[in-house]
Structures are given as structure tokens and as C-alpha cells.
């Protein structure tokens, strides 16, 4: 097997030895099938290759997540050389997922910069920005258009807002971009690549300014740098890190393969090996702490047409030991190749941009093989819960539980002989000490389950809704105490119902009562302060209470101690069970209040600064 290859590479070590014409690909000894793969490449636009996928809902993030492959999935799936937990991916996709910009790093070489296949437009960076920012596009926001560009040679580059205006960039042989200045590129969208053409001019890529005028035009985007220097290995990128790699970077992908040494010297203090790892612990002590991704490239040159001389194999180390995503062109082609299998990584349509560069067919390969990653790991992350293991048992998708600051939001104003009171115990509700005061609530009882209806049939669009339980959280207590009527007043239907706060044992506990509702998204409840119940009234005559143990020597068990008109409110529960018999909650603590209060301690803090 390894004889196979070796003929095979060295055959194709040959036929690249011509430069790369960037009017189209090099077809000098090229199979029939490698010629019209090499066409297909050359013309590749990943935005026109991303389908609805239909298994998701429409308006959904992941609605574009769908993509027509050309490569087969057998030689993706070779080609994804190492996953490990993706960790730092996972997040970076889940973030741009939910809308988030991104601002993404290149580092490597010529591959990387766009040697041997006509520039930076086509390289597997700008493929993958392309179908990034088509798949996961970031929120538009309407601070978009101000702010500068931050310098891509900058240390410390404040940044430039929502935007990420450090875009689409080369940096040049030099080093980077001189200070004040935006580094810039080539970009897919039709509108930025004419004014881009326009101030380039036909002339080589050189540093040009960015007006602010012509950023206004570029709609919202993932932003990303091409730091690659041609020419350049692991050791230089290292030094000059900061001078190449987008400040506050989320995701990187690191391309070097081709350009170190592929000898094998680990234990020698001049191991080539050395100022890989040190670039890689520094882009991943970022404080972003941004994804790295090796993209492991393959070029017939530097390797002398030997299969096994790259240095590939060593850097598989580094992913497995610090868990970093690796793919490899040379894993998805060969292998393959070698066997007679799949005609759309035939070696020759995709080793076709010169002796030291693969052609876009490799670029392609490569983009397809992070776009697989991506979308295994995005999905992964994203995959929606399995139905419920109980028929229609979805979680409410409404606000359920309205005590503290979240009862008063409920209270229609204005609002007579009812105070909102803590009563000095931190256990804040509304208090009517005199009978015959109304306070009046609206509240949402017509609860989302996860997108359906919780109708009578199950989740039937159009089916009549189920009632619901709303649970009226109150203070019941041994003295003093009155009665409410509750009653619903618009919107909702219920039976109304008289809440009694009177509990002849000595203590004062929070409680529930059921009271079942018609759903509706406006639900007016009224609730009416009254006399005595008819408990107190009767303990009071009996003198009952004078027996129960546990009072003060003070209290006295007749109408003046026992009897009163105060109710107090704790709360609202609204049930998220359509059609159930009673409600889920029994009593509030008196922690939930304090857990409450806490909570919002958290809330009112200063934000911190989020991670660009």
C-alpha cells in the first residue's frame, strides 16, 4: 500500500511542477475525470451549495444548516483527523448560532494566503467565512455603522463594536499593517468586492485605508483576519503573534503542515516541534479563550512526493494532548485515492495549483472538512430535546411564578387599601386591612408549551384549550385575619372562590389555593377584601383558641385578638399542566423569598464586560 502511494505522489509531483495559473487550473496530465473535477473546483461558491434543512422549523437559527456536499461523507470523515471534546468549538458555534458575531483567525503560509489558486478569495478561510456567514449569520444591530476600524498591528486594538470591522484581510509580507490602518481584503459579497476591486486597483495587494464611509455599505457579518505570511514557519508566527492574529479571536485555524520540518526530534532543545506548541499555548491563554482548529494542508514540493514527509503526524500529538480539532487534506485524498474510490477527490483535480500549493480542489476538500466539523459539533449542541416521555408534557414557555417584584408587574393601577409591605420581614406582598378593597391583576394564563396548543386532543392546532390551574399564594395566620373573594373579571372564565386567612395554629405560614381558569393572554383577576370568616368567628365565640399552646401569656382568645380584616397576597403560581386537577405547588417557603431576593442582588450588579 504504501508503494501504491509513494508511485502515486511522486506521479503527481510531476505534473505539478508548473506554476499556477490563476485563469484557471493546471491540466497538463490530468485524468478526463481529474480535468472535469478541476473545473468544478475552480468554479466552487459554497453560498450556493447551502440548503434548507428541512427537519427544522421555519425561522429557526438552524435552518440553513443544510449543505450539498461534494465531497463524499466516507472521505470527510477520514479527512476529520481528531474531534476530541471540541469544547471550545462547541461554545464558539453555539454563540454564533444564537446570532452572535464571531471574529475568526487565520495563521499559517502560502496555502493559507492563497498561493496557487488566485489569492485570497479562494482559499478555504474565505470559503468557510462564506458559508459562516450564509449558515449563521449575526444579528443585524443598529449600531452597526460607527466606530473605527481597530489597527490589525495593534497591541490591545479596542474593539471596533458589533461590526468586528477588522474584515476579510491579507497581512502583507512586511509583517502587517501600519498603524491607523485597516487591513483588507478580498470578500464574496458582489457589493464589498467592487469597492475593494475599486480602490485596489489591478495592481499586487498592498495596505490600503478603510473609509468609513464604504465600511457603512457592508452589511453585518462574522468578522475575520488572514494573518498568513508566505514564506513563514511556526517560529516566526509565535514572535510576531499579535501582529497577525484578529484581537480577541474565537475560533483560529492554524496551517502549517507544509512549511515546518517534518523531521522527527522531539527530545533535542532545537526540536522543531517546540515553536509549534509555544504558538499554540499562546493563542489558547488568549482571555477570549478562542477554538483552535489544525488544518492540515499537503502540497507535493515540500514533500518531495513521499507520502509520509510532513510533519502531520507529529502534530497529531498536539491535538490529542491539548484536545484541538484537526483536518487533514492528505487523509480525505489519498487514502482513497490509493483504492479506486471516490472520483471527486482523484488526486490530480485536487493537487493542481503548482509544486508547493494544492489547487481550490484542495481548498475545497478542506472547507468541506470544517464545514462537517462545524455542523457535527453545532448540531450536536444544538439538537433539539426528544419528545416528553409524559404526552403533551411540555415546559411553559411563559413566565409560571409571580411573587415579589414580579406580583407587583401583575397589579393594575390604581390601587386603593391595598400596601405593598414587607411588614420589616423581607416577605414582600400586598396588605388590605379593612374590608371591601378591591386590587385588580392581569396576568397571562394562556401558557406556550414548547410551541404547541395543549389542546383536548394533544397539541391539534385550532383544538380548544384545556383550563389550567392558578394558584393564589396568600398569608394565613392565628389572629387578625380577614377573607378576599377571587374572582375572574375579563378575559379568563373561573368559578370564583373565598380564601380564608385564618388557621387556628399558632404560626403564620404562606399557602395555596386552586383555583381553575380558562387560558387567555390577558386574564383579569379581582380581588376583594371581606369580613371575618366564619372559623375565626366561631373560635372566637367558643374561646377555642384560648386552649392552643404555644401563645403568649398576652393573647387573648376573644373577638378583639382574634378577629380582623387582614389579608395579605404572597403570590401568583399559573400551572403549566393543561386540564390538571390541582396545581404542582403547596406552600411557598419563606427561602423563596430570600432566594428571590438574592437573585435580584445578582441581577442589579454592574454587567461585566462580555468577551468580544
Known amino acids: 500500500m504504501l508503494g501504491q502511494i509513494a508511485c502515486l505522489l511522486q506521479l503527481l509531483f510531476l505534473a505539478g511542477l508548473s506554476s499556477a495559473d490563476h485563469k484557471g487550473p493546471q491540466l497538463t496530465n490530468l485524468t478526463e475525470t481529474e480535468i472535469k473535477y478541476a473545473h468544478i473546483y475552480w468554479k466552487y461558491k459554497p453560498t450556493e451549495r447551502i440548503t434548507r434543512d428541512v427537519g ?73 467565512m462564506d458559508w459562516l456567514n450564509a449558515a449563521m449569520p449575526p444579528h443585524q444591530s443598529s449600531s452597526e455603522a460607527g466606530g473605527d476600524t481597530a489597527s490589525a498591528g495593534e497591541t490591545g486594538a479596542v474593539d471596533p463594536g458589533p461590526r468586528r470591522r477588522v474584515l476579510h484581510g491579507w497581512v502583507d509580507k512586511a509583517g502587517g499593517a501600519a498603524k491607523g490602518e485597516s487591513v483588507i481584503g ?21 495596505m490600503l485605508m478603510w473609509p468609513q464611509r464604504q465600511r457603512n455599505l457592508l452589511s453585518a457579518e462574522h468578522s475575520f483576519l488572514n494573518g498568513a505570511v508566505p514564506g513563514t514557519m511556526s517560529g516566526y508566527t509565535s514572535s510576531c503573534l499579535k501582529i497577525h492574529l484578529i484581537p480577541n479571536p474565537d475560533l483560529v485555524f492554524v496551517e502549517f503542515t507544509v512549511n515546518d520540518s517534518h523531521l522527527s526530534s522531539w ?48 502534530f497529531m500529538e498536539f491535538t490529542a494532548y491539548y484536545g484541538l480539532p484537526s483536518v487533514s487534506l492528505r487523509a480525505a485524498v489519498f487514502p482513497s ?51 416528553p416521555l409524559f404526552p403533551g408534557n411540555h415546559g411553559a414557555t411563559v413566565e409560571t411564578c409571580y411573587i415579589q417584584d414580579q406580583l407587583q408587574a401583575l397589579v393594575q393601577q390604581p390601587v386603593v387599601g391595598w400596601n405593598w409591605t414587607d411588614e420589616g420581614r423581607g416577605k414582600w406582598g400586598y396588605v388590605a386591612t379593612e374590608p371591601g378593597k378591591t386590587i385588580k391583576l392581569k396576568v397571562n394564563t394562556q401558557i406556550g408549551m414548547g410551541g404547541s396548543s395543549s389542546s383536548i386532543d394533544g397539541d391539534g392546532e385550532g383544538a380548544e384549550l384545556q383550563p ?25 372564565n373561573c368559578t370564583s372562590i373565598l380564601l380564608d386567612a385564618y388557621d387556628a395554629r399558632p404560626a403564620s405560614l404562606a399557602v395555596t389555593v386552586d383555583i381553575k381558569v380558562t387560558q387567555h393572554s390577558e386574564c383579569h383577576l379581582e380581588l376583594k377584601s371581606g369580613l371575618p370568616s366564619a372559623k375565626a368567628v366561631q373560635a372566637a365565640k367558643s374561646g377555642a383558641a384560648e386552649g392552643v399552646t404555644g401563645l403568649s401569656s398576652g393573647w387573648e382568645g376573644s373577638s378583639k385578638g382574634l378577629l380582623g380584616y387582614k389579608f395579605k397576597l404572597i403570590g401568583l403560581v399559573v400551572g403549566e399542566d393543561p386540564g390538571a386537577a390541582k396545581g404542582t405547588v403547596t406552600f411557598v417557603r419563606g427561602n423563596t423569598a430570600d432566594i428571590f431576593n438574592r437573585m435580584q442582588a445578582l441581577g442589579s450588579d454592574k454587567p461585566q464586560k462580555s468577551r468580544e
Request: include cysteine; charged fraction near 20%.
Open 56 to 128: 427544522q422549523p421555519v425561522g429557526s437559527r438552524l435552518t440553513n444548516l443544510g449543505y450539498r456536499f461534494l465531497v463524499p461523507s466516507a472521505e470527510r470523515l477520514a479527512g476529520i483527523t481528531y474531534v476530541g471534546h471540541a469544547a471550545r468549538l462547541r461554545l464558539a458555534l453555539e454563540r454564533a448560532r444564537n446570532g452572535e458575531a464571531l471574529r475568526i483567525g487565520a495563521l499559517g503560509g502560502s496555502i493559507t494566503t492563497g498561493h496557487g489558486v488566485g489569492g485570497g478569495n479562494y482559499t478555504y478561510l474565505q470559503y468557510f
Open 186 to 206: 478580498g470578500g464574496r459579497n458582489d457589493r464589498v468586492g467592487r469597492i475593494r476591486r475599486g480602490l485596489r486597483g489591478d495592481g499586487p495587494r498592498h
Open 267 to 314: 527530545g533535542e532543545e532545537d526540536s522543531p516541534r517546540r515553536p509549534l506548541e509555544r504558538l499554540l499555548r499562546k493563542v489558547l491563554n488568549l482571555p477570549s479563550n478562542p477554538a483552535v482548529v489544525l488544518v492540515n494542508m499537503f502540497a507535493m514540493g515540500p514533500s518531495n512526493g513521499i507520502y509520509w514527509q510532513t510533519a502531520e503526524r507529529e
Open 337 to 387: 485515492a490509493t483504492a479506486g474510490g471516490a472520483e471527486e477527490v482523484s488526486p490530480g483535480a485536487i493537487f493542481n495549483g503548482g509544486a508547493m500549493h494544492p489547487g481550490r480542489g484542495g481548498h475545497v476538500v478542506v472547507t468541506e472538512l470544517l464545514i462537517t466539523l462545524c455542523l457535527e459539533v453545532a448540531l450536536v449542541a444544538a439538537r433539539p430535546l426528544p419528545p
Open 468 to 492: 389550567i390551574i392558578v394558584q393564589v399564594a396568600y398569608l394565613q395566620s392565628y389572629r387578625g385575619m380577614g377573607t378576599a373573594r377571587l374572582s375572574c373579571e375579563a378575559g379568563c
